[in-house]
């Protein structure tokens, strides 16, 4: 997505069709799975965070069939194209950054993840920003209420949940 189209939530401009054809999730995953086992053989911890086009991809890393786990950890925020059942398979611990309004992580999905993760033994973090929208946690608009300090805040609690993990 072009900088100034995401900048400026113009959404309803960008070829959402044309992106997601191309990079279908059984496009990338092979290609993300492959990066990660790299990274696990190279270095001793592992950690994956992904907003928005980024989230199904961390759940997919921390999902149970990877034996041993390709992540030691997870961190998500306003996640796409994220399903129950990704939300299900998880089995690292996982952190989502849950902007209030979000048209893409709906309500039902926010309740599955509330209602799921916690019974899966994983270790688990939610943070809700009310009155933030998809894509705050990456724009940061200064003139959006609260989009700053919400990017902000989910910055410094994804920092704080892998140091939590990864040291």
């Known amino acids: ?9 113009q959404f309803d401009k960008f070829d959402f069709a044309g992106f997601i054809k191309r990079q279908a999730r059984d496009v990338r995953e092979p290609e993300i799975i492959e990066a990660a086992k790299a990274l696990r053989q190279q270095y001793k911890k592992v950690a994956a965070v992904g907003y ?3 989230g199904w991809a961390v759940f997919r890393l921390g999902a149970k069939e990877h034996n041993p786990p390709l992540v030691d950890c997870i961190s998500t925020g306003h996640p796409s194209l994220l399903t129950k059942q990704d939300i299900d398979e998880v089995a690292v611990p996982v952190q989502v950054l849950a902007p209030e309004h979000d048209d893409i992580y709906t309500p039902e999905l926010k309740a599955h993840t509330l ?8 270790e688990f ?3 809700h920003y009310p009155g933030i929208e998809h894509g705050a946690f990456v724009r940061g608009d200064e003139k959006k209420p609260g989009e700053r300090k919400a990017m902000v805040d989910a910055k410094n609690a994804v920092v704080a949940w892998f140091n939590q993990f990864l040291h």
Do not use: F, K, Q, R
């Open 52 to 54: 928005c086009y980024g």
């Open 125 to 127: 973090d939610y943070h």
């Open 115 to 122: 209602a799921t993760i916690p019974t899966l033994n994983v």
């Open 1 to 9: 997505m072009p900088a100034e189209l995401a900048l400026s939530g």
